[in-house]
């Protein structure tokens, strides 16, 4: 069977792209640029790359541009977006390719009668951010939609990104008739297949590289194969639907420097607040749909190791 990754050279789109190959199937792999080796020979060397993994290239930005990779496949995988912080223009940077590149993809597996089903790789930041409140007590789940007004008065772009992506995809998925599925994961761990390093890895490497502070933040906390496997279930099972919130752990910044330390006792880790402000609420999140679909979460204890031991192997830390 033939199936599409978008934004394939990516952090947990390379995953994905080794999980597939390995279940037997073609991938047609879209990438921004195919002469980059930094992009691509990571995923030309998976096993079963040289037989079965085709690199497409692809711009979010440009229409049609995804003609081409999606054309024959009988599931997409849209994973392609933009996961920066770092930016100075947030509609260029962000917002464009979130959303106009969410609809560029479905518009191309609206061309074609061979595509099945649409996985959308969303995000918990398109299920958390809103006004509700939030304790120990509160359990989060796939109902709760993240507030793209509340988003943009507080210029978190990543997260209105994310949010107004997901809400175009539904919208469009309606109005087509596709059938789309949507995974929401929380910040996703695990050793990196690419040789760059990409926006949620690099949060654990900043409690480990002399950095002294930690961001006063609570988030949810899930392993990159786990992410990948949803997907694949979510495309697999014919019964899939909706939306899925992946998350092994829910854990503040001060107790994932707390896990690190115990870890790997003789290394500095980041270990006060970067703000005074009173420490950010915890929360849980429901893992009943997951489990529906047959997820097993690897523990978050595996997924950190994991995680440090792939950033000093590929050089990114000295521990
Ligand atoms: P990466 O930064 O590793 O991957 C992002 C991918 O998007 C890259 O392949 C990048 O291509 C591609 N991309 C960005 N802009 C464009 C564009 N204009 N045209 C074509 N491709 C583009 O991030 P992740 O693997 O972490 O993220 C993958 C997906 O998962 C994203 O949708 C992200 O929002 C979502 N997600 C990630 C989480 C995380 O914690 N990592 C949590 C929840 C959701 P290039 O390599 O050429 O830059």
């Known amino acids: 069977k033939v199936v599409?990754?978008?934004?394939?050279s990516g952090f947990i789109a390379s995953w994905l792209v080794k999980l597939l190959l390995q279940r037997g199937y073609t991938v047609k792999a879209s990438v921004r640029d195919t002469a980059d080796p930094k992009k691509t020979e990571h995923l030309r060397s998976l096993e079963g790359a040289s037989e079965r993994l085709h690199l497409v290239k692809a711009n979010l930005l440009e229409e049609g541009s995804f003609d081409a990779a999606i054309d024959g496949c009988e599931c997409v995988f849209h994973t392609a977006s933009p996961f920066y912080h770092d930016i100075t223009d947030p509609q260029a940077e962000l917002l464009d390719p979130a959303v106009k590149g969410t609809l560029n993809v479905l518009n191309s597996c609206s061309k074609t009668s061979t595509v099945k089903r649409v996985v959308v790789t969303s995000s918990a930041a398109a299920v958390?951010?809103?006004?509700r409140p939030r304790n120990s007590d509160v359990i989060i789940d796939e109902t709760w939609f993240s507030n793209?007004?509340?988003?943009?008065?507080?210029?978190?772009?990543?997260?209105?990104?994310?949010?107004?992506?997901?809400?175009?995809?539904?919208?469009?998925?309606?109005?087509?008739?596709?059938?789309?599925?949507?995974?929401?994961?929380a910040m996703v761990i695990g050793p990196l297949l690419q040789p760059?390093?990409?926006?949620?890895?690099?949060?654990?490497?900043?409690?480990?590289?002399?950095?002294?502070?930690?961001?006063?933040?609570?988030?949810?906390?899930?392993?990159?194969?786990?992410?990948?496997?949803?997907?694949?279930?979510?495309?697999?099972?014919?019964?899939?639907?909706?939306?899925?919130?992946?998350?092994e752990r829910v854990l503040h910044y001060s107790e994932l420097a707390k896990f690190i330390k115990e870890l790997y006792?003789?290394?500095?880790?980041?270990?006060?607040?970067?703000?005074?402000?009173?420490?950010?609420?915890?929360?849980?999140?429901?893992?009943?749909?997951?489990?529906?679909?047959?997820i097993n979460y690897t523990p978050f204890e595996e997924s950190i190791k994991a995680t440090i031991e792939s950033l000093k192997e590929k050089g990114f830390v000295n521990l």
């Open 4 to 8: 599409c990754v978008t934004g394939a």
């Open 128 to 131: 958390v951010y809103s006004e």
């Open 148 to 185: 793209a007004d509340f988003a943009q008065q507080n210029k978190v772009w990543y997260i209105l990104s994310k949010t107004l992506a997901e809400e175009a995809a539904w919208k469009f998925a309606k109005d087509h008739v596709i059938d789309l599925v949507t995974i929401n994961p």
């Open 196 to 247: 760059t390093l990409n926006t949620s890895n690099a949060a654990v490497l900043k409690l480990i590289n002399g950095s002294s502070t930690f961001p006063n933040l609570t988030f949810g906390w899930v392993d990159v194969k786990d992410v990948c496997e949803a997907h694949i279930l979510a495309y697999e099972n014919p019964s899939a639907s909706g939306r899925y919130c992946l998350v």
């Open 265 to 294: 006792p003789s290394i500095q880790v980041a270990d006060k607040p970067a703000d005074d402000k009173p420490v950010a609420p915890s929360y849980q999140v429901s893992k009943e749909k997951a489990k529906g679909l047959g």
